[in-house]
């Protein structure tokens, strides 16, 4: 029913940047908070930075002043500017949003994650 399909990862020196992109696709209602979440080899996954759909935004400390959370809900679609990278933000990065989708049955709210893109920091 809903898609989050994630792009923008890869290989970067340190100091560099990179931005990741996330749209959602679908029977899609309306969207709430959208997120962007980051798990390292033998490490849980956590919390990068949250957005709400007013624009409020969050991060985890790590990040303060490098990184950007912003969205476009016109497009479904959330972003993360990544600066200043170091080697420690090397992970696989996951785009999460909170969704009402429209099924034949009436309305229903999930939370739907994408297929996660990974983000290298080396020289």
């Known amino acids: 029913q809903v898609q989050l399909v994630e792009s923008g990862g890869g290989l970067v020196q340190p100091g560099g940047s990179l931005r990741l992109s996330c749209r959602a696709s679908?029977?899609?209602?309306?969207?709430?908070?959208m997120g962007w979440y980051c798990q390292a080899p033998g490490k849980q996954r956590e919390v990068v930075a949250t957005?709400?759909?007013?624009?409020?935004?969050n991060y985890t400390d790590s990040v303060k002043g490098r990184f950007t959370i912003s969205r476009d809900n016109a497009k479904n679609t959330v972003y993360l500017q990544m600066n200043s990278l170091k080697p420690e933000d090397t992970a696989v990065y996951y785009c999460?949003?909170?969704?009402?989708?429209?099924?034949?049955?009436?309305?229903?709210?999930?939370?739907?994650w994408g297929q996660g893109t990974q983000v290298t920091v080396s020289s």
């Open positions: 999460n949003a909170d969704i009402k989708v429209s099924t034949a049955w009436g309305r229903r709210r999930s939370d739907y």
């Open positions: 679908g029977s899609i209602f309306s969207i709430y908070d």
């Open positions: 957005i709400t759909n007013g624009g409020s935004t």
